[in-house]
């Protein structure tokens, strides 16, 4: 029996020998971060021979936003750029998307979390020393803390897809193209096998719409017809005529040259032409009777070959539309060249964020859209990236890019470079819109 008495108290010995202990309190450590004294209604400890403090409290006075995640137990501390993230019970943390390993992970003592003052206070910038004397820790901010604004949560990422409104200036069924114009744009919709077409009585053919139909057109990024709705017809042309269309171009036109584009029609009317991929609506003046003529000048330097050019004429409601049968060349410039038809400088865009030019056919077209405005009174800015094309062989290009973020009245910049075939670099093209 003396015997059992004995392994018993030799057991348990053992047993109390083997329980992990408690961290040590630590009730007299201070914590004195850029000359104030931080209090804490859980009082740090030292464990493994660091110091953990609760995680609100020193991190807010050097001017961190401190977010706790209870889903995942996880701490989101970030300053000056600089983002920290650890996990409670891991030795994992993340300083910038980059893993470190921690001696002691964060934890939870009387409901509070702890986190190692050391590692997180100097992976945001800070100088930690401790004073074994006084069993103090000083905590000093590399620089004057900044008020860090909250993560703005994205929406999902609408659709890639733009909403033409405008109304049909030229039907080209035997090629499957849609000329829709609107405002002083033009669009060249492709139509596809897939596409679908509706008037006001069902489903209808590419052929039957007629010129002057009001539509809204849905378009991918390639500029292809989701959908076309055609939601008002078009009066018919009547008596409307269009006997002839000139131009004065014997020769490609160079910057500084004035294009002069003649039509005689129907008297009476208001005319208009538009050079596809150069021009929006260009008014025509009604000379004589029914002599109709309209200019304009080469501005910008850019290179375009065989644009066409469309004239309309309206009379009483009634519109007829012709094609000159000679298309025109611009040689704006010797070198490479890359202009912005839109958006127009000052105009709001939506989303994505549609971009329309010319260049040099066959040039390489660099787009990049950068942001500036402000969040919940924090100015942001950034880009949203950029995206890369080729000019086509008439020089035309366009391309669609998708904010990350939506910020209301933000400013745009949309810088636009090219590289001709031979290498030779465009001056880049900017304009500045704004974010609707």
């Given at each position: 029996?003396?015997?059992?008495?004995?392994?018993?108290v030799?057991?348990?010995?053992?047993?109390?020998?083997?329980?992990?202990t408690?961290?040590?309190?630590a009730?007299?450590?201070?914590?004195?971060?850029?000359?104030?004294?931080?209090?804490?209604?859980?009082?740090?400890?030292v464990?493994?021979?660091?110091?953990?403090?609760?995680?609100?409290?020193?991190?807010?006075?050097?001017?961190?936003?401190?977010?706790?995640?209870?889903?995942?137990?996880?701490?989101?501390?970030?300053r000056?750029?600089?983002?920290?993230?650890?996990?409670?019970?891991?030795?994992?943390?993340?300083?910038?998307?980059?893993?470190?390993?921690?001696?002691?992970?964060?934890?939870?003592?009387?409901g509070?979390?702890?986190?190692?003052?050391?590692?997180?206070?100097?992976?945001?910038?800070?100088?930690?020393?401790?004073?074994?004397a006084?069993?103090?820790?000083?905590?000093?901010?590399?620089?004057?803390?900044?008020?860090?604004?909250?993560?703005v949560?994205?929406?999902?990422?609408?659709p890639?897809?733009?909403?033409?409104?405008?109304?049909v200036?030229?039907?080209?069924?035997?090629?499957?193209?849609?000329?829709?114009?609107?405002?002083?744009q033009m669009?060249?919709?492709?139509?596809?096998?897939?596409?679908?077409?509706?008037?006001?009585?069902?489903?209808?053919?590419?052929?039957?719409?007629?010129?002057?139909?009001?539509?809204?057109?849905?378009?991918?990024t390639?500029?292809?017809?989701?959908?076309?709705?055609?939601?008002?017809?078009?009066?018919?042309?009547?008596?409307?005529?269009?006997t002839?269309?000139t131009?004065?171009?014997?020769?490609?036109?160079?910057?500084?040259?004035?294009?002069?584009?003649?039509?005689?029609?129907?008297?009476?009317g208001?005319?208009?032409?538009?050079?596809?991929g150069?021009?929006?609506?260009?008014?025509?003046?009604?000379?004589?009777?029914?002599?109709?003529?309209?200019?304009?000048?080469?501005?910008?330097?850019f290179?375009?070959?065989?644009?066409?050019i469309?004239?309309?004429?309206?009379?009483?409601?009634?519109?007829?539309?012709?094609?000159a049968?000679?298309?025109?060349?611009?040689?704006?410039?010797?070198?490479?060249?890359?202009?912005?038809?839109?958006?127009?400088?000052?105009?709001?865009?939506?989303?994505?964020?549609v971009?329309?030019?010319l260049?040099?056919?066959?040039?390489?077209?660099?787009?990049?859209?950068?942001?500036?405005?402000?969040?919940?009174?924090?100015?942001?800015?950034?880009?949203?990236?950029?995206?890369?094309?080729?000019?086509?062989?008439s020089?035309?290009?366009?391309?669609s890019?998708?904010?990350?973020?939506?910020?209301p009245?933000?400013?745009?910049?949309?810088?636009?470079?090219?590289?001709?075939?031979?290498?030779?670099e465009?001056?880049?093209?900017?304009?500045?819109?704004?974010?609707?």
């Amino acid at each position: 029996m003396r015997n059992l008495h004995l392994a018993v108290v030799v057991a348990l010995a053992l047993a109390l020998a083997v329980l992990p202990t408690a961290p040590a309190a630590a009730q007299t450590v201070r914590v004195i971060a850029d000359g104030s004294s931080v209090f804490f209604d859980q009082p740090p400890i030292v464990t493994g021979g660091r110091v953990l403090i609760p995680l609100r409290g020193v991190f807010e006075q050097l001017g961190a936003f401190v977010q706790w995640n209870r889903a995942n137990n996880t701490i989101l501390a970030t300053r000056l750029g600089t983002e920290v993230q650890l996990t409670i019970g891991s030795r994992i943390a993340f300083v910038n998307g980059s893993q470190v390993a921690l001696d002691v992970p964060a934890m939870v003592v009387a409901g509070r979390t702890l986190v190692p003052l050391r590692f997180v206070s100097e992976a945001m910038g800070a100088h930690v020393q401790w004073d074994p004397a006084s069993r103090t820790v000083f905590v000093t901010s590399s620089g004057a803390a900044q008020p860090i604004p909250p993560r703005v949560i994205q929406p999902p990422p609408a659709p890639r897809q733009a909403l033409i409104q405008g109304t049909v200036f030229r039907v080209d069924a035997a090629n499957s193209r849609l000329f829709v114009q609107q405002g002083d744009q033009m669009h060249t919709i492709i139509v596809t096998a897939d596409t679908a077409i509706t008037g006001p009585a069902g489903s209808i053919s590419l052929s039957q719409l007629r010129l002057g139909d009001a539509v809204s057109v849905t378009v991918d990024t390639q500029g292809r017809a989701v959908l076309i709705r055609a939601t008002t017809a078009a009066q018919p042309s009547g008596d409307v005529r269009i006997t002839s269309v000139t131009h004065n171009a014997q020769a490609p036109l160079r910057v500084g040259d004035t294009l002069t584009v003649r039509m005689r029609g129907t008297p009476g009317g208001q005319a208009s032409f538009t050079i596809e991929g150069i021009t929006g609506t260009i008014p025509m003046t009604e000379r004589q009777n029914g002599m109709y003529v309209g200019r304009y000048t080469i501005g910008a330097p850019f290179s375009v070959q065989n644009a066409r050019i469309f004239v309309t004429l309206n009379v009483g409601g009634q519109i007829a539309s012709a094609l000159a049968p000679v298309s025109i060349s611009v040689i704006g410039s010797a070198g490479a060249a890359v202009a912005i038809l839109s958006p127009a400088p000052g105009a709001s865009v939506g989303t994505p964020v549609v971009v329309r030019g010319l260049a040099s056919p066959g040039a390489q077209v660099v787009v990049r859209v950068d942001y500036r405005g402000t969040v919940l009174l924090f100015p942001v800015s950034g880009s949203y990236g950029e995206v890369t094309t080729t000019a086509d062989a008439s020089g035309n290009w366009r391309v669609s890019i998708q904010p990350s973020l939506r910020i209301p009245n933000a400013t745009l910049t949309i810088t636009v470079r090219a590289v001709d075939p031979l290498g030779r670099e465009a001056t880049p093209a900017t304009v500045q819109v704004t974010q609707g």
